[in-house]
């Protein structure tokens, strides 16, 4: 057996490492959870122990590997923090029953590579290869329950809830077999041999039954088969690919591009499961998208994309708006849909210049516009012209943002559409702002913007639009740093920013977040 301390070999009945004297504990590969010496399957995974390779084991692959807050992002720990607080006051003393998605993922290649080193230097190599896998599940607000010597088990849909985890974890997935990949090639450069990863993914069920707050470790209890299947999944998959179970594919179809194995047995389970490899992301994104390709009728199917277009804009994700504004725009003039058309265009224009193609996205902006109102509708004009607005001021065209706006907000008395006035009156002081750098001096200038700044976080806070009024809190909070008020600007960002629970790969979240950093 050797020791997790100092890889030294010793004889399997020691209890005790000859060389560095450390307790020799043996643990499953799978999970890193101490199994009896007898042991022929782990108790916790089910992952095989019979054969076991006496490799030389890195130190944190021990029984006792680095507890979640050690490598938990703070923003992360908070709502995992307060998941608990919330178990706690829903009295669930006995835990919770959840669905969620396990991935385990681990190194092939490792032992090869280590051969010889020291463990310091062995580290140095495996450690960013744990680090990209852990970066990707955190990107997806998954929680990484174990980091072991070179792999983890990860878990999506607890502790942090998300009805989407199939795919949050199918998403980390494939970017961390992208980074790997890259990492490989940087080893294969430095005449090392390269490292390849296996991942494994299953959805079921875990009773949660609680989170300790010293170490943020989760105490949770696997239903069936839920993290065996994710660990059966890593080790049948070949070294760079991603295998998933039939639940985890029929809950993210259309997401993903999948090829059918068949069957395989599995041990523990009686009938034999089918087996998918996923290749790649799909062309769809959203539930909506997924729901939209079996729509058999024209105009259900143009609302559809057109809801699928306006999700990613509001995100402010310029290609993925692209993509959906041309699917809308190819299938409307082909059925002759001259209102979707329209609009398809000012969000295609939107996408370009977010793009940085600010010159065509404007002139295509504004034939959209044209067309419209050509069809005799003002639906939606003020938040079209918001939009046309806010690329004008990206372009340095403030005075022709400024006028669209004053047009917009002709069209919100006239009409009395006011679901984007908030961000129309933030966009007014931004540009009010920029107009020149000699007028931003201006204490009058700054005035007016300021004035504008708060009646969008006014209008915001009584239609309780969280998204707008973030946005204009952290126009105002610039506009205060600029005038040394950090303070003032730190508590009223913080508490805006403080009332979201997900969302933070959004860039008005990441925005904020590096603001609130800033004011700090």
């Known amino acids: 057996m050797h020791c997790a301390s100092c890889g030294f070999a010793n004889q399997l009945e020691s209890q005790f490492c000859e060389e560095c004297g450390a307790k020799l504990v043996r643990a499953c590969p799978g999970c890193g959870r101490e199994v009896r010496p007898s042991a022929k399957f782990c108790p916790a995974c089910g992952t095989p122990l019979t054969g076991q390779s006496s490799a030389p084991r890195l130190p944190s692959q021990a029984s006792h590997p680095e507890p979640p807050l050690r490598y938990t992002p703070k923003h992360l720990a908070e709502r995992i923090l307060a998941e608990q607080a919330a178990m706690e006051a829903r009295g669930a003393i006995d835990g919770e029953r959840k669905t969620i998605t396990a991935l385990f993922a681990d190194l092939k290649g490792s032992t090869a590579l280590i051969e010889g080193l020291d463990l310091e230097d062995a580290r140095s190599i495996i450690d960013p290869a744990l680090q990209l896998m852990m970066d990707a599940v955190h990107r997806y607000e ?20 998300h009805e989407d985890h199939p795919q949050r974890a199918l998403y980390a997935a494939l970017r961390m077999q992208e980074e790997m990949r890259r990492y490989a090639d940087r080893l294969r450069e430095q005449g090392r041999p390269p490292l390849l990863m296996r991942v494994g993914v299953n959805t079921g069920e875990v009773v949660v039954r609680s989170i300790r707050k010293e170490d943020l470790h989760t105490d949770y209890v696997p239903v069936g088969h839920s993290i ?6 890593e080790q049948l998959a070949v070294p760079g690919s991603i295998l998933v179970t039939e639940q985890s594919d029929k809950l993210t179809a259309g997401y993903f591009e999948f090829k059918a194995l068949g069957k395989t047995q599995i041990k523990g389970v009686e009938e034999p499961l089918k087996v998918y490899e996923v290749i790649g992301a799909g062309p769809l994104r959203t539930r909506l998208q997924v729901a939209a390709r079996t729509l058999a009728d024209p105009s259900s ?15 402010r994700e310029g290609q993925e708006t692209q993509e959906q504004a041309e699917a809308l725009l190819r299938l409307s003039t082909e059925q002759g849909f001259p209102f979707w058309v329209a609009w398809g265009t000012i969000l295609q224009g939107w996408a370009l210049a977010e793009q940085g193609q600010g010159e065509e996205g404007i002139a295509q902006m504004r034939h959209g516009l044209t067309a419209s109102q050509a069809t005799g509708t003002e639906l939606q004009r003020s938040y079209w012209l918001a939009l046309l607005a806010e690329v004008y001021g990206k372009a340095g065209q403030a005075e022709a943002g400024l006028a669209a706006l004053t047009e917009a907000l002709t069209v919100v008395d006239n009409t009395g559409e006011r679901s984007y006035e908030a961000e129309v009156y933030r966009l007014k002081g931004e540009l009010t702002l920029a107009q020149s750098s000699v007028q931003r001096l201006a204490s009058s ?8 700044f708060h009646k969008a976080i006014e209008i915001a806070r009584k239609q309780q639009a969280k998204s707008l009024e973030l946005r204009a809190v952290m126009s105002l909070s610039r506009l205060w740093q600029n005038q040394g008020k950090k303070d003032e600007a730190r508590q009223m960002l913080a508490k805006i920013y403080g009332w979201f629970t997900e969302g933070f790969d959004t860039k008005d979240l990441q925005e904020a977040k590096a603001l609130l950093e800033k004011l700090t």
């Open 301 to 315: 199917l143009a609302l559809a994309l057109f809801g699928a277009a306006s999700f990613h804009q509001v995100r």
């Open 142 to 161: 998954g929680y990484v329950a174990q980091a072991l010597g070179d792999g983890i088990l990860a878990l999506f849909g607890a502790p942090i809830a």
């Open 445 to 452: 200038v700054q005035k007016e913007a300021e004035e504008c």
């Open 228 to 233: 065996n299947l994710a660990a059966r999944m």
